[in-house]
């Protein structure tokens, strides 16, 4: 199962506005794609809800995983969507 290991770069962590952003674009996805946070079962990437409950702060690290065509590429745009910081104007 194809996975990314990513550090959240958002100032204010996976919360607010960078959850809102980053579930949306996950829903867009073709592809079920997971998160979890070390010691976290692994949530939805596309529920904020899910998201909210990781309690993911700026730096965590959190691993992105999918299965399917399409799996890599879905990984590959939600990953760097992570490594931005979505506090700022996009």
Same mark, same amino acid.
């Given at each position: 199962?194809?996975?990314?290991?990513?550090?959240?770069?958002?100032?204010?962590?996976?919360?607010?506005?960078?959850?809102?952003?980053?579930?949306?674009?996950?829903?867009?996805?073709?592809?079920? *794609? +997971?998160?979890?946070?070390? $010691?976290?079962?692994?949530?939805? %990437?596309?529920?904020? #809800?899910?998201? =909210?409950?990781?309690?993911?702060?700026?730096?965590?690290? *959190? +691993?992105?995983?999918?299965? $399917?065509?399409?799996?890599?590429? %879905?990984?590959?745009? #939600?990953?760097? =969507?992570?490594?931005?910081?979505?506090?700022?104007?996009?």
């Amino acid at each position: 199962m194809p996975e990314r290991t990513v550090k959240i770069a958002s100032t204010s962590g996976l919360h607010a506005r960078p959850a809102a952003i980053f579930s949306q674009a996950a829903s867009e996805q073709m592809v079920e *794609v +997971t998160i979890e946070k070390a $010691g976290a079962a692994p949530v939805r %990437a596309s529920s904020i #809800l899910k998201l =909210l409950t990781l309690n993911a702060d700026h730096g965590d690290v *959190v +691993t992105l995983r999918s299965d $399917g065509e399409g799996a890599d590429e %879905a990984l590959d745009a #939600l990953a760097a =969507l992570l490594e931005k910081n979505l506090d700022e104007n996009l």
